[in-house]
């Protein structure tokens, strides 16, 4: 139980650096997508409707094979410089959680984009200012704020996803207990070490958006 | 389309079957976590602290590790679990549980974890009044729970559960790591065989975007049943 600690320390890394690359990347990607779904063009609010559809409604272990293993199956992407990154299964899992979160996420900020009163917008035309500054300053901080607490619940849950990096070869803090259950036999052991780091990095989650929204909450 | 093929051809009847199984792990893994939400959802709202505990024990823990780990501790201390209890009995031989026992079980108490919030949330926002009421009219606990509480919180519980549903289904296709022939195995294996992984992997995703679409529209018609009067 003591020797493993260090060796899934290690991975833990990997699995922290697969969930800021693709939180960091998914939050652009679902802040694109929910202005998409917020245009009055029909064709690309269908477009980022069918994205979010698709990306949610089936599993991320299909998405992480389909780019893992699907797309190196293409001849001609294998000529094309795109094949440097899709030959890493690092990068593929990358890819594939960007998209699964940005879906997420971009239902999660259209929502709070919803919520907002017309009658803040308007306030805020009547007193002249333009529409850029209306959607940059007024807009996208009270979207930020009301989406706060899904948003918590959605880096919980890729940080669960990223454990699916080890089935493409990664060798995060679960293909790493994995490895280890496997060769040792003790599985109860090696959960309750995997386990317990995954629940203290729910722990801080968990508490980093609460003071968040404790920050940008309207009653100060 | 030939590999869609039903018969010794294709993948179409291997690929049926295997949709059939995810099905039922699916259904399996609900009702296992239906009953667990059962044992659990007391413990939540109980008055004593130490029931507290245990509840939010339960659910913390799931809900804070990942799927995958679960399944692993299932399908690698399963059978030695087991195994050891057996041999308190007096039983030493080698016991090996069935795949689909052991996915159903992980998966179903990974969603009994999720179901147990949707209740606790359910039966909290029910009116005290209601409670109270029932209890004036002199109606045992066995007719409160039934009668008066249950139909109501199943108005505000379904539309939460239809979302438990999907996660849990979303869910069995991480059960292909231990050997259970599902949607996503099935698809390995043909891809496998055919060197077509692009074609087989993006059918498994049509086919799990059927499963959702087909079972929202059933739930939807459950929520329009339970939300008469309102």
Known sequence: ?220 | MELLAFGKTGWGDELFYATLMTIAVSITAMLVGFFFALIFTPLKLSKYKTLNLVGNFYTTVIRGVPELLVIYLFFFGGSGAIMYVASIFGYYEYIEINAFITGSMAIGIISGAYSTEVFRGAIQSIDKGQFEAAKVLGINRFGQFYKIILPQMLRLAIPNLSNVWQITLKDTSLISVTGLVEIMRQSYIAAGSTRDPLFFYSFAAVLYLLLTYVSMKLINKLEVKYSRGY
């Open chain 1, 1 to 220: 139980m003591i020797t493993s600690f260090p060796k899934l320390l290690v991975a833990t890394v990997v699995t922290l650096k697969l969930l800021s690359a693709s939180l960091f990347f998914g939050l652009f990607l679902g802040l694109f997508f929910a202005i998409l779904r917020l245009n009055k063009n029909i064709f690309m609010n269908k477009f980022a409707y069918g994205y979010s559809y698709i990306f949610r409604g089936t599993p991320l272990l299909v998405q992480i094979f389909i780019i893992y293993f699907g797309l190196g199956q293409i001849e001609y992407l294998r000529t094309t410089f795109l094949w440097v990154i899709l030959k890493e299964p690092y990068w593929c899992a990358i890819i594939a959680f960007t998209l699964n979160t940005g879906a997420y996420t971009s239902e999660i900020l259209r929502s709070a984009f919803q919520t907002i009163k017309p009658g803040i917008i308007e306030a805020g035309k009547s007193l002249g200012i333009s529409n850029k500054i209306i959607f940059y300053k007024i807009q996208i901080p009270i979207a930020i704020r009301q989406s706060l607490p899904a948003y918590g619940n959605e880096i919980i849950l890729m940080m669960k996803g990223t454990s699916l990096a080890s089935t493409v070869t990664l060798m995060d803090l679960t293909g790493v207990a994995k490895y280890i259950i496997s060769t040792t036999f003790k599985p109860i052991e090696v959960f309750i070490v995997a386990g317990g780091i995954y629940l203290f990095m729910t722990f801080i989650i968990h508490n980093v958006i609460k003071y968040l929204e404790k920050k940008y909450s309207f009653q100060q």
